[in-house]
């Protein structure tokens, strides 16, 4: 089963910029096809965005244009770059390995002035 490590995330406030990094611990990651989440208390998960071993993107209407997924395979890493960051954007941000089903830690995101 793929290890995912994710890092970044924190506390910013409205209109402020994060980004949160997804790390596979094996070389195999360039071929999958990999997603964000996130969860906010008290609500159930949600997409965020997802791309491809191809690197096409696929992106929710409420973060498009604010959000940019991308990967680095050379790292065996995926980033979520979140700018224009709203108070709704507060959550739980999980990465998850589509192939083997696994998930990364979560990473708190606070979005707060």
């Known amino acids: 089963q793929v290890q995912l490590v994710q890092s970044g995330g924190g506390l910013v406030q409205p209109g402020g910029s994060l980004r949160l990094s997804c790390t596979a611990d094996?070389?195999?990651?360039?071929?999958?096809?990999i997603g964000w989440f996130r969860q906010a208390p008290g609500k159930q998960r949600e997409f965020v965005a997802n791309?491809?071993?191809?690197?096409?993107?696929n992106y929710a209407g409420s973060v498009r244009g604010r959000f940019t997924i991308s990967r680095d395979n050379a790292k065996n890493t995926v980033y979520l770059q979140m700018n224009s960051l709203k108070p709704e954007d507060t959550a739980i941000y999980y990465c998850?390995?589509?192939?083997?089903?696994?998930w990364g830690q979560g990473t708190q995101v606070t979005v707060s002035s």
């Open positions: 998850l390995d589509y192939y083997s089903n696994s």
């Open positions: 094996e070389s195999t990651f360039s071929m999958h096809h």
């Open positions: 791309i491809n071993r191809d690197v096409s993107t």
